[in-house]
């Protein structure tokens, strides 16, 4: 008995094993994006050079606006958009080397992180909000603003993150506790100097 010889026919076999490895390859493609899209960046050190400024990860974008220092520590809160994704981090300070009087390099390191995919970095998701005794490292989810002249006041927001400076997590807190403005002219005149350098 011979073996049976099997003739791939134009627009047969051939053409539907094609489908199935170009299938195969889609669905790799996508689980890479997705495992790059929830990852985290805890633990990850983020530089900053007085001559190139901020060495983000990649696709990762802070504006200047969206970054608000913990008052009397090393600590800072940052709105970062990440791979689409708007995320809430904590970062603790350090000075490598003072390079001048006015500049120095500076190591972060992102101590906790919260995502928040359906939110937009800057504007639902924002730091521009001070505590109960006015003192700035709040962030607000889910926000609403409303117009007043050349501000923006909070209207509502689903809820306030606060950094708790004993454990360096971020923590809910009430949304009474807070107040906050936004000032859109700053903002985008501070992100285009940023563009520029």
């Known amino acids: 008995m011979h073996p049976r010889?099997?003739?791939?026919?134009?627009?047969?076999?051939?053409?539907?094993?094609g489908k199935w490895v170009g299938a195969i390859f889609l669905c790799l493609l996508a689980t890479t994006a997705g495992a790059a899209e929830a990852e985290s960046y805890v633990?990850?050190?983020?530089y900053s050079e007085p001559?190139?400024?901020?060495?983000?990860?990649?696709?990762c974008q802070v504006d200047p606006s969206w970054r608000a220092s913990v008052s009397g520590t090393d600590l800072e809160i940052w709105v970062a958009?990440?791979?689409?994704?708007?995320?809430?981090?904590?970062?603790?300070?350090?000075?490598?080397?003072?390079?001048?009087?006015?500049?120095?390099?500076?190591?972060?390191?992102?101590?906790?992180?919260?995502?928040?995919?359906?939110?937009?970095a800057g504007d639902t998701l924002s730091v521009q909000c001070?505590?109960?005794?006015?003192?700035?490292?709040?962030v607000v989810r889910g926000a609403q603003w409303?117009?007043?002249?050349?501000?923006?006041?909070?209207?509502?927001?689903?809820?306030?993150?606060?950094?708790?400076t004993r454990t360096q997590k971020l923590v809910d807190t009430e949304v009474g506790a807070v107040e906050c403005v936004r000032f859109p002219e700053r903002e985008a005149m501070m992100k285009r100097?940023?563009?520029?350098?």
């Open 130 to 138: 001070t505590g109960p005794r006015d003192e700035p490292g709040y």
């Open 193 to 197: 100097l940023q563009q520029k350098n």
């Open 81 to 120: 958009l990440c791979w689409g994704d708007a995320r809430v981090w904590l970062l603790k300070r350090q000075v490598i080397e003072v390079v001048s009087a006015r500049q120095s390099r500076l190591r972060f390191e992102v101590l906790d992180e919260h995502v928040y995919p359906q939110e937009v």
């Open 146 to 164: 409303r117009s007043d002249g050349k501000e923006l006041r909070l209207r509502n927001a689903r809820g306030v993150l606060r950094p708790d």
């Open 43 to 46: 633990g990850r050190p983020i």
């Open 51 to 59: 001559a190139s400024g901020l060495q983000l990860p990649p696709l």
């Open 5 to 17: 010889r099997t003739r791939i026919l134009p627009g047969g076999r051939g053409k539907r094993a």
